[in-house]
């Protein structure tokens, strides 16, 4: 089966630095897409990542490592307009997103 | 950036009423669009893919009669939900790719959204 888990809450402090981490078991890979949403809206993309390593965008990072299924989004400095879900999304082997469950994160002040 | 439009954006229906919506690529051509539904604080299940000239593809669990698609041209593909009822209300989200502008590691692009209640 497919399978992509993330942890579904996270607090963090305006500021500060926070991880969200994915792991994901999917019938093939064809890359990782962090997506942000808040409330009510659509998602829109933060980064991607084919390639083992770390992919950094400004305040936003993300990492992969293919052989241990798993990626992580890095946001630094965070603003309390961060506060939103993150969705990690798997293009598989067909060429289908699947989407994670999401993290919804809460910066607090 | 490549811009997917989604409309309505919210829509009320009745009970055994039918509700269409409608995504366009504005942008660019899609000869793939892709039906999310998403619940309150869950993430999004893919629905259907929505191929330009052919019939979609559902996922499993999907009833295709309930929930038809179109897709006419390369920039609208449209979802009709057929005799609604209030276990259909929820979030629609429809997505694009722009292959040709962004290449083969372009990402998705999503509507606004479609917040579907059926009373």
């Known amino acids: 089966g497919q399978n992509i888990d993330q942890p579904t809450e996270m607090t963090a402090t305006e500021g500060a630095i926070v991880q969200i981490n994915c792991t994901y078991q999917t019938s093939g890979f064809n890359g990782l897409f962090w997506y942000q949403q808040h409330a009510g809206e659509a998602p829109t993309f933060l980064s991607y990542?084919?390639?083992?390593g770390l992919e950094e965008k400004g305040r936003f990072s993300s990492f992969l490592s293919r052989s241990k299924g798993y990626s992580y989004l890095l946001l630094k400095e965070l603003q309390m307009k961060d506060s939103a879900s993150y969705l990690c999304a798997v293009r598989g082997g067909t060429y289908k997103y699947i989407f994670g469950t999401g993290t919804r994160l809460k910066v607090l002040a | 950036g490549a811009v997917v439009s989604q409309h309505p954006s919210r829509v009320i229906c009745k009970s055994g009423t039918s509700v269409k919506i409608e995504c366009r690529s504005l942008?660019?051509?899609?000869?793939?669009m892709f039906w999310y539904r998403q619940f309150p604080k869950q993430s999004l299940m893919l629905m259907a893919t929505?191929?330009?000239?052919?019939?979609?593809?559902?996922e499993q669990g999907v009833e295709k009669d309930k929930f038809l698609i179109n897709h006419a041209s390369l920039t609208l593909s449209t979802l009709t939900v057929t005799s609604a009822h209030p276990e259909d209300s929820s979030f629609y989200i429809c997505?694009?790719?722009?292959?040709?502008?962004?290449?083969?590691?372009?990402?998705?692009?999503f509507g606004n959204g479609t917040r579907l209640t059926v009373t």
């Open positions: 929505s191929n330009e000239g052919s019939k979609a593809t559902y």
């Open positions: 942008d660019f051509q899609a000869t793939t």
């Open positions: 990542n084919v390639l083992d």
């Open positions: 997505s694009a790719r722009d292959r040709q502008g962004g290449g083969f590691n372009s990402p998705l692009h």
